[in-house]
């Protein structure tokens, strides 16, 4: 089974500060990895995706993560926080099995003050 | 390109009543999975769908819960006998293909008194 782990449910950064989203993930196969933002009462915007090739995934909105396969994780970065990243991020992973379906993690709210 | 478009918005049922959730996909899209976001939880998988068929279902309930996508017209989500357990954020989204990217649409937010 494939499961997606974000480790803390809150993280709150100072503008201009690194953000750092961390995202764990279980797969008996080569995954699909996302991440996805979601602003109030929104639907959710895909920030960045990896499914093969480069490791490090650039997207948009100055976000990257990149994937380790080693320590199975897809951890997101910004090196410089704007007051407009302040949302909920899901890292979620998907496999094409033919029972296709993306398993979300449940999501870690960024504050940034000011 | 229109987004992936869902009505209503915002729907409020009194237990019992049923309730219908519309999904219009990405145009030329064909694939529409439909998922559930409780409060402070992340969305869950319910159904996989493609025109006419339903593909994978093993994330709705197995009773009051259908969902349909047929040849013309939108995806429908449909709760019968909604209980007050069942308020929650909706989501449809739907991909080109059977890849791996899915564009996801507003949500409809249930309410069930």
């Known amino acids: 089974a494939q499961s997606v782990t974000q480790l803390g449910s809150h993280v709150s950064v100072s503008e201009g500060a690194l953000v750092l989203l961390r995202c764990n993930y279980s797969s008996s196969v080569p995954p699909y990895l996302f991440w996805y933002v979601q602003y109030p009462n929104q639907g959710l915007q895909l920030l960045l995706k990896y499914t093969t090739g480069a490791t490090l995934v650039k997207g948009i909105n100055g976000f990257e993560a990149e994937f380790k396969k080693s320590e199975t994780s897809f951890h997101l970065t910004k090196p410089s926080a704007h007051m407009s990243d302040a949302a909920e991020y899901f890292c979620a992973v998907s496999h094409n099995t033919g029972g296709f379906k993306t398993i979300f993690g449940a999501g870690t709210r960024l504050f940034v003050k000011a | 390109n229109a987004g992936v478009m869902q009505n209503p918005r915002h729907l409020v049922r009194r237990r019992g009543q049923e309730a219908r959730l519309r999904c219009s996909p990405m145009?030329?899209?064909?694939?529409v999975y439909w998922y559930r976001q409780l409060p402070e939880e992340g969305l869950k998988f319910m159904v996989y769908?493609?025109?006419?068929?339903?593909?994978?279902e093993s994330g709705m309930p197995k009773e009051r819960f259908s969902a349909e996508f047929p040849k013309e017209g939108p995806s429908i989500l449909r709760i019968q006998q909604v209980v007050r357990g069942d308020s929650a954020a909706y989501f449809c989204?739907?991909?080109?293909?059977?890849?791996?990217?899915?564009?996801f649409g507003p949500g409809t937010r249930l309410l069930v008194l």
């Open positions: 769908l493609q025109k006419e068929n339903i593909i994978d």
């Open positions: 145009k030329g899209h064909s694939h």
């Open positions: 989204a739907s991909s080109l293909q059977l890849e791996e990217t899915q564009y």
